[in-house]
Nanobody, 123 residues
Framework: QVQVEESGGDSVQAGGSLRLSCSISPVIYNYYCRGWFRQAPGEEREAVAAIDGDGRMLYGDSVKGRFYISQDIDKNTLHLQMNSLKPNDTAVYYC?????????????????WGQGTQVTVSS
């Protein structure tokens, strides 16, 4: 069965950077979306970044230009480089892989989710 696990969450100061990692096992399947979402307390889970079936990198409006998604197929990992962090970036960040072809910035496309890793940005 597909397993997803995030790591790298931490507490950082505003303006700083952080890099998250995600392991997807047994393998990353390039045909489906894989990406990152986040959820703050009392808020809906929102898309952060994703890679679609054509290899395109997609970003949510709130992080475009600051966050960058990448993958290492040989290591079955995804990464999220987060720069210029703001206090409202504080959230639990989830890595996920889709189970069908769909919009890769839509939660409905994803079936397999990690447990999340906490990112806290202080001012």
């Amino acid at each position: 069965q597909v397993q997803v696990e995030e790591s790298g969450g931490d507490s950082v100061q505003a303006g700083g950077s952080l890099r998250l990692s995600c392991s997807i096992s047994p393998v990353i399947y390039n045909y489906y979306c894989r990406g990152w979402f986040r959820q703050a307390p009392g808020e809906e889970r929102e898309a952060v970044a994703a890679i679609d079936g054509d290899g395109r990198m997609l970003y949510g409006d709130s992080v475009k230009g600051r966050f960058y998604i990448s993958q290492d197929i040989d290591k079955n990992t995804l990464h999220l480089q987060m720069n210029s962090l703001k206090p409202n970036d504080t959230a639990v960040y989830y890595c996920a892989r889709a189970s069908r072809g769909d919009s890769c910035l839509s939660k409905s496309a994803y079936k397999y989710w990690g447990q999340g890793t906490q990112v806290t940005v202080s001012s």
